[in-house]
């Protein structure tokens, strides 16, 4: 598996160069509004390259101060970050301000600041580009973020596709079963085609009595091959809510409590798998014994976080995955929000 690609930072989205082109633009399209307004002394051309230049200098000098703090704000959360890079920008504002108020003759000042000489307008100018900026940039890293999930889940389906361990114990499976029961060979190669043409079909919506199948299907494969190690308890309700659900939501889940949980027990182990209505929230629950105390696997976290991705992308943040360990079991719970209309 490979690792999980780092989501983009602050610091590294205001390094490129189409950021730092747009920064040095938004200053110039605000020093031509601030050009435009009524009542200013002076020329508009001459309010508007001063205030352009003293707006380059606040921008430009934002900028530096947080590339100069890159080291010990990468430690940071990203909103720390864009807080503090607004702090900058207002105190930047209020320097160059005070900077431009007491360095030019007294007969130029407004006209160099643009603003009235008044530090409070100054300010709240400031503040109003910088929450614009900010929002600007939290949808751009918001758009980098997604990118690369979908690129990340795309190359987990890709892996998850093309594992070799379930397909070749399988087949094994199904060539042994071939002379001696050759109904239950047909019946495997089946589930087995069900499944992978589900998995190849990519993101979708399918119904929740067809994703419950895909489970049987492969639980039904398993038993094929762990016999009486593998037990199963259903407690479905009787009438199955007829609703959609992300493909390959809990057949997932299921193969990892037989990987990870019942087939490195020696004497195996059961699966519960439980499903509710709750308001608009249609839980299910998996529940598998964990392995024998000294036995290592490779965890459950792969499929879980895989799994996870897949119901926030596909829910829009309202999905969720949480896994526990109860009473020596794991324990993987998913909530996915129902339209109204479908309950």
Not at 88 to 116: E, N, Q
Not at 240 to 253: C, E, F, I, S
Request: glycine share 8%; hydrophobic share 50%; with cysteine.
């Amino acid at each position: 598996m490979q690792p999980a690609p780092t989501p983009p930072q602050p610091l590294d989205v205001l390094r490129e160069p189409i950021v730092l082109i747009w920064a040095v633009l938004g200053g110039i399209g605000v020093a031509a509004v601030l050009s435009l307004a009524p009542g200013q002394e002076g020329g508009r051309l001459v309010r508007f390259g001063l205030a352009t230049l003293v707006i380059q200098w606040i921008i430009l000098g934002t900028l530096a101060s947080l590339y100069a703090l890159q080291r010990p704000l990468a430690r940071l959360k990203a909103r720390y970050i864009l807080h503090i890079a607004l702090a900058l920008l207002l105190i930047l504002t209020v320097g160059v301000h005070l900077a431009v108020a007491s360095l030019a003759p007294s007969g130029m000042r407004l006209v160099l600041l643009g603003w009235d000489g008044q530090l409070p307008r100054a300010v709240a100018i400031a503040l109003i580009v910088g929450l614009l900026a900010i929002a600007a940039l939290q949808n751009h890293l918001r758009a980098q973020a997604l990118a690369v999930r979908a690129k990340h889940s795309e190359l987990e389906a890709l892996q998850a596709r093309t594992h070799p361990h379930f397909l070749f114990n399988t087949l094994n499976a199904g060539a042994a079963l071939i002379h001696t029961r050759p109904e239950a060979a047909e019946r495997l190669l089946l589930d087995l085609a069900d499944l992978f043409r589900a998995a190849l079909s990519g993101p979708r919506l399918i119904g929740l009595e067809q994703e419950l199948d895909l489970a049987k299907r492969y639980l039904a494969i398993e038993q094929l091959r762990l016999g009486d190690r593998l037990r199963v308890d259903w407690q479905l309700p009787e009438k199955l809510p007829d609703v959609m659900v992300p493909a390959l939501t809990l057949q997932p889940l299921v193969e990892n409590a037989v990987c990870h949980g019942i087939e490195p027990r020696i004497a195996g182990g059961c699966i519960d798998i439980r499903l509710a209505l709750q308001g608009t929230t249609l839980v299910l629950v998996v529940q598998n014994d964990l392995p024998d105390a000294g036995t290592t696997t490779s965890g459950h976290n792969v499929g879980i976080r895989s799994v996870s991705q897949r119901i926030e992308d596909m829910t829009l943040g309202q999905g969720s995955v949480a896994t526990q360990v109860l009473d020596g079991r794991y324990v993987a719970t998913i909530h996915l929000p129902i339209a109204e209309a479908q309950v």
